[in-house]
């Protein structure tokens, strides 16, 4: 199986700062990964696809990117509603379909 | 719009079995890979298994290949979970999802709350 290393665990950030979140997998996927977003009691939403392919009505704000094996999140002037916890997944080499551990994503 | 409506979750004892339904509509369930993922109270997600269009092919998790079956019913918009031999460490909130064979989770169920206690 392939292994996904999401980091940080945790994250506590300021309004309008930009944040980072950053998953390695365990060997080469090709791009094959996606972004999600789980905001307290709700199901996850998809972010972003194929690395870096923003799904539809995500704001501008959330980008993808990477390859290879280094892959990362980047959220633009941090806005309340994004208090949330970010996943990644990664779906070249299945199955299984592995997630990272997930980050948890804090107003400061 | 595309909407995902899991039930049949509850309170089971060890050793029980236990049905998941999904009940699918919006879009055109027969086109469409299906899966299921969980995640246990305060953790990650767990891919379980998904299925194809005509249910002629399955794939699971290899550890939880043995108690899960993935199933789907075209005519009637629906796909199952059926579990078995349940254990507390299958406790979990069960979400259905749209999507699969080499690709990602476009649409997520809101989830359903599966608790294995004596």
């Known amino acids: 199986d392939i292994q996904m290393t999401q980091s940080p665990a945790s994250l506590s950030a300021s309004l309008g700062e930009t944040v980072t979140i950053e998953c390695r997998a365990s060997?080469?996927?090709?791009?094959?990964l996606a972004w999600y977003q789980q905001k307290p009691g709700n199901s996850p939403q998809l972010l972003i696809y194929?690395?870096?392919s923003l799904a539809d009505g995500v704001p501008s704000r959330f980008s993808g990117s990477g390859s290879g094996t280094q892959y990362s999140l980047k959220i633009n002037s941090l806005q309340s509603e994004d208090v949330a916890s970010y996943f990644c997944?990664?779906?070249?080499?299945?199955?299984?379909?592995?997630f990272g551990a997930g980050t948890k994503l804090e107003l400061k | 719009e595309v909407k995902l409506v899991e039930s049949g979750g509850g309170l089971v004892q060890p050793g029980r079995s236990l049905k998941l339904s999904c009940a699918a509509s919006?879009?055109?369930?027969?086109?469409?890979?299906m899966g299921w993922v969980r995640q246990a109270p305060g953790k990650g997600l767990e891919w379980i298994g998904e299925?194809?269009?005509?249910?002629?092919?399955?794939n699971y998790t290899p550890s939880l290949k043995d108690k899960f079956t993935i199933s789907r019913d075209n005519a009637q918009n629906t796909l199952y979970l059926q579990m078995s031999k349940l254990g507390s460490e299958d406790t979990a909130i069960y979400y259905c999802?749209?999507?699969?064979?080499?690709?990602?989770?476009?649409?997520w169920g809101q989830g359903v709350m599966v608790t294995v206690s004596s």
């Open positions: 194929d690395a870096n």
């Open positions: 060997e080469d996927i090709y791009s094959n």
């Open positions: 999802a749209r999507g699969g064979y080499g690709s990602y989770v476009d649409y």
């Open positions: 919006g879009f055109s369930f027969n086109d469409y890979w």
């Open positions: 299925i194809n269009q005509d249910s002629s092919t399955i």
């Open positions: 997944q990664q779906y070249n080499n299945y199955p299984p379909y592995t």
